[in-house]
């Protein structure tokens, strides 16, 4: 989904929207994620739910005894942990110790009635990390999670061994809510004027749509799931600027590397360059040829390799 250049639009839209439209309620948010559906999901070897303060977590994992330094996989905004699914399984095949999940809200991890705010995921994260006892990693984050691992850090940057940003939103200037209130009428309207189209837009991603049919259609399993378009609007309202914890990272020793695709057109590097030039001097900034929001998808064979030169260097 276009983050900022089709994300934005939508919110700057459904808040004046005030007409009703014929209701397709039916066809989206009928499943409820509640105790049966957790107890009863066919789950593969490698995945597991974990039972966290805000709600049940969807992860996966593979290769814990593995003496690498685990490496955490964070998605973005509304696409789930299977967006990560070919960098995990590189990873897994190499034997390194690789965590993704569902962050709340979102895939087959539990949709709270709270606020979506960026340090929910991180302490879900944070929190998930301490079950497992893992006590550093090297965080991935993507588009909006980004946001998540610069949160994250914020609060335990001591669990923080490398902040790889692939495609992040969190350098972005962002006009923040005040109102962050989710009512039933702008979730009404939301799914009415959005949902029919939410999948295809999907698309926009990448630089060559066409290498990449029935990417839409994985898509549409996430729109049967109550709470998804709440969970969607509530993120994007509790969004602020990050320039105070970036400037934090900056001061600190931590490895910082951001990679980016060299024709994305979601999260546009140049209408923002000279701000986290001005914020985060010290990282070391990379882009990858022939991709766009998702280079690790479209150039997986000079993704991979950036990244394991990032993460053994």
């Given at each position: 989904?276009?983050?900022?250049k089709?994300i934005?639009?939508?919110?700057?839209?459904?808040?004046?929207?005030t007409?009703?439209?014929?209701?397709?309620?039916?066809?989206?948010?009928?499943?409820?994620?509640n105790q049966?559906?957790?107890?009863?999901?066919?789950?593969?070897?490698n995945?597991?739910?974990?039972?966290?303060?805000?709600?049940?977590?969807y992860?996966?994992s593979?290769?814990?005894n593995?003496?690498?330094?685990?490496?955490?996989?964070?998605?973005?905004?509304?696409?789930?942990?299977?967006?990560?699914?070919?960098?995990?399984?590189?990873?897994s095949?190499?034997?390194?110790?690789?965590?993704?999940?569902?962050?709340?809200?979102?895939?087959?991890?539990?949709?709270p009635v709270?606020?979506?705010?960026?340090?929910?995921?991180?302490?879900?994260v944070?929190?998930?990390?301490?079950?497992?006892?893992?006590?550093?990693?090297?965080?991935?984050?993507?588009?909006?999670g980004?946001?998540?691992?610069?949160?994250?850090?914020?609060?335990?940057?001591?669990i923080?061994?490398?902040?790889?940003?692939?495609?992040?939103?969190?350098?972005?200037?962002?006009?923040?809510?005040?109102?962050?209130?989710?009512?039933n009428?702008?979730?009404?309207?939301?799914?009415?004027?959005?949902?029919?189209t939410?999948?295809?837009?999907?698309?926009?991603?990448f630089?060559?749509?066409?290498?990449?049919?029935?990417?839409?259609?994985?898509?549409?399993?996430?729109?049967?799931?109550?709470?998804?378009?709440?969970?969607?609007?509530s993120?994007?309202?509790?969004?602020f600027?990050?320039?105070?914890?970036?400037?934090?990272?900056?001061?600190?020793?931590?490895?910082?590397?951001?990679?980016?695709?060299?024709?994305?057109?979601?999260?546009?590097?140049?209408?923002?360059?000279?701000r986290?030039?001005s914020i985060?001097?010290?990282?070391?900034q990379?882009?990858?040829?022939?991709?766009?929001?998702?280079p690790?998808?479209?150039?997986?064979?000079?993704?991979?390799?950036?990244?394991?030169?990032?993460?053994?260097?």
């Amino acid at each position: 989904m276009k983050y900022f250049k089709s994300i934005s639009l939508i919110f700057a839209i459904y808040g004046y929207l005030t007409f009703s439209c014929s209701s397709d309620d039916n066809k989206y948010e009928y499943i409820q994620k509640n105790q049966s559906f957790f107890e009863n999901f066919d789950l593969d070897s490698n995945s597991n739910f974990i039972k966290l303060s805000s709600g049940y977590t969807y992860y996966k994992s593979v290769n814990k005894n593995s003496n690498t330094t685990p490496i955490v996989l964070i998605h973005g905004f509304s696409v789930p942990s299977y967006i990560w699914d070919n960098t995990f399984n590189m990873f897994s095949e190499k034997g390194y110790y690789v965590i993704s999940l569902d962050l709340y809200g979102r895939g087959f991890s539990e949709n709270p009635v709270v606020d979506y705010t960026d340090e929910l995921f991180a302490n879900q994260v944070l929190e998930l990390l301490k079950k497992l006892q893992i006590e550093s990693a090297v965080f991935v984050g993507l588009s909006n999670g980004g946001r998540v691992i610069s949160k994250l850090t914020d609060i335990n940057s001591s669990i923080v061994e490398k902040l790889i940003y692939v495609a992040s939103s969190s350098f972005i200037f962002v006009d923040e809510i005040e109102d962050k209130s989710v009512s039933n009428k702008e979730i009404k309207n939301f799914i009415q004027e959005f949902y029919s189209t939410i999948s295809i837009s999907q698309m926009n991603d990448f630089k060559y749509p066409e290498n990449h049919f029935g990417w839409d259609k994985k898509y549409d399993e996430l729109l049967k799931y109550k709470g998804f378009a709440r969970a969607l609007i509530s993120t994007r309202k509790n969004h602020f600027n990050m320039d105070k914890i970036h400037t934090k990272i900056q001061n600190s020793n931590l490895p910082v590397f951001t990679i980016w695709g060299e024709s994305d057109e979601v999260i546009v590097y140049k209408d923002f360059s000279s701000r986290i030039d001005s914020i985060l001097p010290r990282r070391k900034q990379f882009f990858i040829s022939e991709s766009g929001h998702l280079p690790h998808m479209e150039n997986p064979y000079e993704f991979n390799k950036l990244i394991l030169e990032i993460i053994n260097n």
